[in-house]
């Protein structure tokens, strides 16, 4: 049974950071893809960032290029993501979620999540 557990979130100020973790367990991951999704209140789970856990394969969405980074520990089976210059419109409750198959941009497409950590960034 895949577990994936989000740690980290917390409240911030605008131009501030923060770096959550999630750790994963329950299966041999090698030829998963792990993503990072938000949702903020009143609005649709959204992409923000994913990888292939073996490899140097990663995507972004447009509204975090250049201020979050995804990143892995193979040997902690561990998901981070840095949030840096971090903006009130990024408030939200991040996921973390594992599909067996290559990236994807789309929720409906990961089989496992976690249960989500709460990111509150104050202007």
């Known amino acids: 049974q895949v577990q994936l557990v989000e740690s980290g979130g917390g409240l911030v100020q605008a131009g501030g950071s923060l770096k959550l973790s999630c750790a994963a367990s329950?299966?041999?991951?090698?030829?998963?893809?792990m993503g990072w999704f938000r949702r903020a209140p009143g609005k649709e789970r959204e992409f923000v960032a994913a990888m292939r856990w073996v490899g140097a394969l990663w995507n972004y969405a447009d509204s975090v290029k250049g201020r979050f980074t995804i990143s892995r520990d193979n040997a902690k089976t561990t998901l981070y993501l840095q949030m840096n210059s971090l903006k009130p419109e990024d408030t939200a409750v991040y996921y973390c979620?594992?599909?067996?198959?290559?990236?994807?941009?789309?929720?409906?497409?990961?089989?496992?999540w976690g249960q989500g950590t709460q990111v509150t960034v104050s202007s």
């Open positions: 979620a594992a599909r067996n198959s290559g990236i994807s941009f789309r929720y409906d497409e990961y089989d496992y």
């Open positions: 329950g299966r041999t991951f090698s030829n998963y893809a």
